[in-house]
């Protein structure tokens, strides 16, 4: 499986951002797929998790209420939709795969990763 994150770039306070990943190798639909962002001197963060069907989804409390998780499978893409942008927010996001099916919020079950995507949000 490959995965390739776009969408980041530089936003204000209170703005909004929409990332995209795209995934290739299998078929889409049998894996969750989860963003993780890693801050500059911070480890890497469970963001958001969508079900293979993207009826079910897992938020982490700093983001519950502001991001959006979302898929389209007939375009093997998911995508994190990012509103009310805050600085706490800049880090460089990660899309990923698991196989699993469990929601999971850990790094390690997840199996595959995308090359990141950078978001600054500044003043």
């Known amino acids: 499986v490959q995965l390739q994150a776009s969408g980041g770039g530089l936003v204000q306070i209170g703005g909004s951002l929409r990332l995209s990943c795209a995934a290739s190798?299998?078929?889409?639909?049998?894996?969750?797929m989860g963003w993780f962002r890693q801050a500059p001197g911070k480890e890497r963060e469970f963001v958001a998790a969508i079900s293979g069907s993207g009826f079910s989804t897992r938020y982490a409390d700093s983001v519950k209420g502001r991001f959006t998780i979302s898929r389209d499978n007939a375009k093997n893409t998911v995508y994190l939709l990012m509103d009310s942008l805050v600085s706490e927010d800049t880090a460089v996001y990660y899309c990923?795969?698991?196989?699993?099916?469990?929601?999971?919020?850990?790094?390690?079950?997840?199996?595959?990763w995308g090359q990141g995507t950078l978001v600054t949000v500044s003043s």
């Open positions: 990923a795969a698991d196989f699993a099916g469990g929601l999971g919020y850990r790094l390690y079950e997840y199996d595959y």
């Open positions: 190798g299998r078929p889409f639909s049998h894996y969750v």
